[in-house]
């Protein structure tokens, strides 16, 4: 069945590897009736799968604990404990008695019940609640006759082979045991794509058919290679292509070795001019791997990954320990932190947020945070940010995603304000702190390029998306793998954009920076620093890369490159310069 197929490139590195087939719980969670005298067979229905869903408890656990650690296998005691008290059990058999509905739907609301109930406790009863989920989600895959694999389960090292993965799903995944991904869906700047390049994790994504086309090769083992950097996967590849794969793994890993030299340097031009280089994190433990990797701080926090993988938002205390913890990492240094951009394709299914045609041009980012029904996640989220400054000594700038408008920024900042208000009479803050600190915004929609000169009256700063600035201006959205031709920052009208803003906020005196994927992609670097940016925010692994090109020019040879790359007609015209 050996064959080749080309996605998009996502996360660059090689992969070789057998392939695990992710094809996840459906959502839906079936709902019928059952006849009087069919309840005896629904009960024992659900007896089944809960013996088997038990016995494979217990296998994990001993799996887990030869071969990750006792901590881990811990979880799956702590499943088998949940899965045998009564509490949840005699509340499924009930239903099925009592409503005359079947083993699916009443395990489902059990467990609901159950979870309310350990909500109202205190926080070691509420992580539970998670456990509960993933347990009856064990047991209704068993009752349906699906597998149950999950991906934050894994104990050896496989490549993910999937439909789609969520945000959530990539968030989760322990990168010693992923070699790599494969989606079917998705483009390179969605988020799972993002994820994985920042868990240096080589991914391909768009890679249409290839779930099917595995699942039709009725084995259980198949070998795949795959390469981040170009897109191509090959399907049980023989010995002369394999062979070719590991020759390319070893000079990518000697590659990074090299510029490995590189991560104590700065990133200034051959006659002396400076930028700053900087991570992109979404969790508190990869600031660690930022500051190793070189990072001379943060441009983007997104901290909406602190509330992915979860059934309810992290607490306002459970906030401020994750940012002290990357303000600590990067003492002396600047941290920007990007308040809550949900929506999109970042869902966050406890928030119960209605469906919407066009996530992306829906209730997204600020909107969504100054939305009435949502106020309180914001509010919370500012607590936690203004108490994370008082004691920090990093310098925290505050960023606002998806600002379309002054009256935006305006309502953000007044809501940052009233809350160190509020802070200040309840005592949890001695001093102000918005002094110290700088109040920025994204620069991601065509609507806030073209109002550069007004919001610079009222911003401190600006940092461009260009993942969302490309998708909104080409109108191509980021996650549709048929569009990764068209939705690609190397685009005149993007490039153009892109200047627009760089001049328009150093005219006003204004810092800029970039976060977009752009920032991380070497052939841009000369570009960007031709126009004057500040500083360029990429994945922790991009940085030898970009440092090693500012260090390899002089300013004069960007600005010129500037001049070519605005007279550039077309996307090819583009790629051709850049290529060279
Ligand atoms: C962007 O849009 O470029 C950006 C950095 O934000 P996100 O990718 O999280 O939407
Ligand atoms: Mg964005």
């Known amino acids: 069945m050996a064959s080749t197929l080309h996605g998009v490139p996502a996360a660059s590195g090689i992969a070789i590897g057998t392939c695990l087939l992710y094809d996840p719980v459906p959502p839906e969670v079936p709902h019928y009736s059952i006849d009087a005298n069919g309840v005896g067979a629904e009960r024992a229905r659900l007896e089944r799968a809960v013996k ?22 811990d979880i799956f005691d702590a499943h088998l404990l949940i899965l045998e008290d009564d509490a949840l059990l005699d509340g499924a058999h009930a239903r099925i008695s009592d409503e005359l509905v079947n083993a699916e739907w009443a395990l489902w609301q059990a467990a609901e019940e159950f979870s309310q109930m350990l909500l109202e406790l205190d926080s070691y009863f509420q992580a539970r609640a998670n ?6 989600m064990r047991v209704i895959a068993h009752l349906q006759g699906r597998s149950t694999t999950q991906l934050q389960n894994l104990s050896e090292p496989v490549i993910i082979v999937a439909h789609d993965l969520l945000p959530s799903d990539t968030a ?13 869906q998705g483009g390179p700047t969605s988020h799972t794509a993002i994820l994985a390049r920042q868990m240096g ?14 699942q039709h090769a009725h084995t259980r083992e198949i070998r795949v290679a795959l390469d981040g950097s170009t897109g191509v996967v090959e399907i049980d590849p023989d010995e002369q292509i394999l062979a070719a794969y590991q ?18 340097l700065s990133a200034t031009t051959r006659d002396g001019v400076h930028v700053e280089v900087a991570a992109n994190i979404g969790r508190p433990q990869d600031a660690k791997v930022a500051v190793e990797a070189g990072a001379n701080g943060v441009g983007l926090f997104r901290t909406e990954f602190l509330f992915l993988d979860r059934t309810t938002p992290p607490s306002e205390e459970e906030q401020l320990s994750a940012y002290s913890t990357v303000l600590a990492a990067f003492a002396g240094k600047t941290v920007i932190v990007r308040t809550l951009d949900i929506g999109g394709d970042k869902s966050i299914p406890y928030l119960k947020l209605q469906a919407e045609s066009n996530p992306f041009l829906g209730l997204r980012g600020i909107r969504l945070c100054l939305a009435e029904a949502h106020q309180h996640l914001f509010r919370t989220q500012l607590r936690a940010l203004l108490r994370a400054a008082e004691k920090s000594q990093a310098a925290l700038w505050i960023m606002f995603p998806m600002i379309d408008d002054l009256r935006e920024l305006r309502q953000a900042k007044a809501f940052l304000a009233e809350t160190e208000k509020i802070l200040l009479s309840e005592g949890m803050l001695q001093t102000a702190v918005q002094d110290r600190l700088r109040v920025g915004i994204m620069v991601e929609t065509p609507a806030a390029a ?13 940092s461009i998306g260009t993942n969302d600035l490309a998708q909104y201006t080409l109108a191509s959205d980021r996650m549709n793998a048929s569009l990764a031709e068209l939705h690609r920052p190397f685009h005149p009208a993007v490039m153009r954009s892109i200047a627009q803003i760089v001049t328009t906020a150093r005219k006003h005196n204004r810092w800029v920076g970039m976060c977009g994927e752009l920032a991380g992609d070497a052939r841009a670097s ?52 850049f290529q060279a």
């Open 201 to 214: 994790i080589p991914a391909v994504v768009g890679a249409k058919d290839i779930l099917t086309t595995l």
């Open 526 to 577: 000369l570009f960007l620093l031709g126009l004057g940016i500040n500083e360029l925010s990429m994945e922790p692994n991009s940085l030898n890369m970009v440092k090693q090109k500012i260090r390899s020019a002089t300013l004069s040879e960007a600005q010129a490159l500037v001049q070519h790359v605005l007279a550039a007609e077309t996307a090819e015209d583009l790629d051709a310069l």
């Open 131 to 136: 456990d509960i989920h993933d347990i009856r």
């Open 172 to 184: 989760g995944l322990n990168p010693a045991y992923v070699l790599g991904l494969v989606t079917e």
């Open 52 to 73: 088997i869903s038990a016995q494979e408890l217990g296998q994990l656990r001993d799996h887990v604990h030869v071969h990750v650690g006792k901590q881990e296998a």
């Open 247 to 264: 020759r390319a793994a070893q000079e990518y890993h000697q590659l990074k070795e090299q510029l490995q030299t590189l991560r104590t």
């Open 450 to 462: 073209l109002l550069m000169d007004v919001l610079a009256k009222e911003a401190d700063f600006f």
